[in-house]
């Protein structure tokens, strides 16, 4: 069974920087898109960014030059570079993967528990 586990959350100050992890576990055929999401206290869960196997990044306007996605393909592993961050940042940041079990399978949505990153002075 796969699993996504993130890492590096915790307290910020605003306009410091912190930097996500999410690796993946366990046996899987393939990984296509991966990608970031948060959800805040009283609001909906909402796209942060997505990177695609292939490197393509998409982000959400109000991170953009901000924050930073990227991958390793070889450690199953995506990274969120948060920098000059804000406390409307705050959040439980959650990692999401596209993955494929076998080879004749389908591609499932995997979601990790989330990590909680708080910008407070």
């Known amino acids: 069974q796969v699993q996504l586990v993130e890492s590096g959350g915790g307290l910020v100050q605003p306009g410091g920087s912190l930097r996500l992890s999410c690796a993946a576990s366990?046996?899987?055929?393939?990984?296509?898109?991966m990608g970031w999401y948060r959800q805040a206290p009283g609001k909906e869960r909402e796209l942060v960014a997505t990177?695609?196997?292939?490197?393509?990044?998409n982000y959400e306007d109000s991170v953009k030059g901000r924050f930073t996605i990227s991958r390793d393909n070889a450690k199953n592993t995506v990274y969120l570079q948060m920098n000059s961050v804000k406390p409307e940042d705050t959040a439980v940041y959650c990692c999401?993967?596209?993955?494929?079990?076998?080879?004749?399978?389908?591609?499932?949505?995997?979601w990790g528990q989330g990590t909680l990153v708080t910008v407070s002075s």
């Open positions: 990177i695609t196997s292939g490197g393509i990044t």
């Open positions: 366990g046996s899987f055929f393939s990984m296509n898109a």
């Open positions: 999401h993967a596209d993955i494929r079990p076998t080879l004749l399978s389908r591609y499932l949505e995997v």
